[in-house]
């Protein structure tokens, strides 16, 4: 499968919400493909959200510490508790930043031939699953920030 271009951050599909996916069919699994390949083709990479290789559907892969796969159409369960870990995006390359998220999640979804899956994960895989299913619905982790560290993000030259 191909390597796709990441977006950037100012890039407007990345705050278009995500539509779900209705069909499960060679497209869709090219799709989840092409993601794969684009998240194992640099150091470091974790997860990638459809939208950020300019489709906005409701897909994502996630690869970290022996535990990979994809979700179509995710749903996640967060847990209470919270941990500050420091955070980065594909679509702002080398830049990262504190920010909390729950420490656990239970991910529900369907795998690309429509089979349902369900992902629980703790630390940061859980981190993972959080932030790609953000941008599904148009939402960067930088807009979880308080303003005045958001200001300080951006003002640090993306």
Same mark, same amino acid.
């Given at each position: #499968?191909?390597?796709?271009?990441? =977006?950037?951050?100012?890039?407007?599909?990345?705050?278009?919400?995500?539509?779900?996916?209705?069909?499960?069919?060679?497209?869709? =699994?090219?799709?989840?493909?092409?993601?794969?390949?684009? *998240?194992?083709?640099?150091?470091?990479?974790?997860?990638?959200?459809?939208?950020?290789?300019?489709?906005?559907?409701?897909?994502?892969?996630?690869?970290?510490?022996?535990?990979?796969?994809?979700?179509?159409?995710?749903?996640?369960?967060?847990?209470?508790?919270?941990?500050?870990?420091?955070?980065?995006?594909?679509?702002?390359?080398?830049?990262?930043?504190?920010?909390?998220?729950?420490? *656990?999640?239970?991910? =529900?979804?369907?795998? *690309?031939?429509?089979?349902?899956?369900?992902?629980?994960?703790?630390? #940061?895989?859980?981190?993972?699953?959080?932030?790609?299913?953000?941008?599904?619905?148009?939402?960067?982790?930088?807009?979880?920030?308080?303003?005045?560290?958001?200001?300080?993000?951006?003002?640090?030259?993306?």
């Amino acid at each position: #499968m191909a390597v796709q271009p990441i =977006r950037p951050f100012a890039d407007p599909v990345l705050r278009t919400v995500s539509e779900p996916v209705t069909t499960f069919d060679r497209p869709l =699994r090219a799709l989840v493909k092409s993601l794969q390949a684009t *998240m194992r083709a640099g150091a470091g990479r974790a997860g990638l959200a459809a939208p950020q290789i300019g489709v906005p559907l409701r897909v994502v892969v996630y690869e970290l510490d022996g535990k990979s796969g994809h979700l179509v159409n995710p749903r996640l369960e967060l847990s209470e508790r919270k941990i500050v870990a420091d955070e980065a995006c594909l679509s702002a390359p080398d830049r990262w930043w504190p920010l909390e998220r729950s420490y *656990m999640v239970t991910a =529900r979804g369907r795998d *690309m031939f429509g089979k349902p899956v369900t992902v629980r994960a703790l630390g #940061m895989l859980a981190r993972v699953l959080q932030h790609e299913a953000d941008h599904l619905d148009g939402t960067l982790f930088v807009d979880r920030l308080p303003e005045e560290e958001r200001e300080r993000f951006f003002a640090t030259n993306l």
